[in-house]
């Protein structure tokens, strides 16, 4: 028998071991510690019981193993879903620039519940568009892409849809958006000076300098229950991505995918100049899946979210959803509700879900602090 006390510092160093606590303010104000417990209780005394405690190498070894950075044989977070549900931008025809706008069931109690949430959304969202008489055909990744008039008008019919199916915008159901800024970005010319960023469809004659574009989101994210932003900015446009971070990196998750294209020497500059606070990561986009989890993990380290990812073209293999439990990413991005290419991604969630049974987790709106 061996008997310890473990010492908490009240000045922690950005680089330090992970001090796990509840979070929950019923209990010590927050500095619970159950969850802490129940893993020595549990995975981490299945995995020392029988060993020898002289071997104090082999059993730090075997606990960095459990630490749960690539999840392996013991993951078991499964990924909040942001769900494509509308389209404009390059994706649509219509007068909408943004490209995606996508329902995030983050207050769901599982992963199971999540699906259904984002499910009754997605349908609820195609009765606004039908009662308005507009087009509910889908596109690529199963979104909708209605006539609609403006940007605003997009993200009011989908918080009307999530209230439709009887949830809360922003307690169950949030919004996410990936604005594809790089096609709104017009660079400097030859002759100097900056680029700016032009609304082609809905306002062509207003164009917006980095500094604008970033007040520009800085409005949405306080206006709206946006809990992600995606491609807010072109990629070639760092002073920018710093300015927006600095002004809404605290209360929403930016996220690179034009940006980092699951780079780690992009990803370093991000982590280096403060822009951005999450990675879009998808496997084909760098090559091989050694640097795909190189990506997870140099994010992980430098306290940046991963988004395990989809592409528009995508196929049934559902290898992308294996991904994000074995890497613990808590994210998914692979579509709507509709399309078998992106179901049959919904539907190995639920059979690792199924698998799991007790020990699954499901982040919710944890995975986007």
């Known amino acids: ?28 104000v927050g500095k619970g510690v159950t969850q802490a417990v129940e893993h020595v209780n549990g995975e981490i005394a299945d995995a020392l019981e029988g060993r020898d405690v002289t071997r104090q190498t082999a059993l ?18 499964l990924p909040v879903p942001l769900m494509n549900i509308l389209n404009g931008g390059e994706h649509a025809d219509n007068s909408v620039d943004m490209q995606e706008f996508m329902v995030v069931p983050a207050g769901a109690p599982s992963f199971r519940e999540a699906l259904r949430m984002g499910a009754e959304v997605f349908h609820a969202l195609k009765s606004v568009l039908s009662g308005r008489g507009d ?30 199916a009887g949830y809360r915008p922003g307690a169950d159901a949030f919004v996410a958006l990936d604005p594809a ?10 002759s100097g000076g900056e680029g700016e960023y032009v609304f082609w469809k809905s306002d062509p004659d ?7 574009m970033a007040a520009f989101w800085a409005d949405w994210v306080r206006q709206y229950p946006i809990i992600s932003l995606e491609d807010a900015l072109d990629e070639d446009d760092w002073s920018g991505w710093q300015t927006l971070t600095e002004e809404v990196g605290e209360e929403v998750q930016l996220v690179g995918d034009d940006l980092f294209v699951t780079n780690t020497e992009r990803l370093q500059r991000g982590i280096d100049e403060d822009a951005g606070n999450a990675i ?9 899946l050694t640097e795909t989890l190189d990506a997870v993990t140099l994010a992980r380290k430098n306290g940046f979210a991963s988004i395990i990812s989809h592409r528009s073209g995508e196929t049934e293999d559902t290898t992308i959803a294996d991904l994000a ?45």
């Open 1 to 28: 028998m061996g008997r310890a006390a473990v010492p908490s510092g009240a000045s922690t160093g950005e680089y330090e071991a992970v001090e796990l606590r509840d979070e929950d303010a019923d209990r010590y």
């Open 60 to 77: 730090d070894h075997t606990l960095i193993a459990l630490d749960g950075t690539l999840g392996g044989a013991r993951a078991r977070t």
């Open 135 to 164: 087009s509910t055909a889908v596109g690529d990744e199963g979104g909708f892409a209605p006539d609609l008039r403006s940007n605003d008008e997009a993200i009011e019919v989908v918080l009307e849809a999530i209230e439709r």
């Open 181 to 190: 800024a790089a096609e709104m970005y017009e660079p400097a010319g030859a």
């Open 206 to 212: 207003n164009p917006r300098s980095s500094q604008e």
């Open 280 to 288: 879009l990561v998808k496997p084909n986009q760098i090559g091989t």
């Open 325 to 369: 439990v074995a890497a613990g990413t808590g994210q998914i991005k692979t579509g709507s509700a509709s399309r078998s290419d992106r179901t049959a991604k919904y539907n190995q969630l639920l059979r690792i879900e199924e698998q799991l049974g007790d020990a699954a987790v499901y982040p919710g709106a944890k995975a986007f602090s």
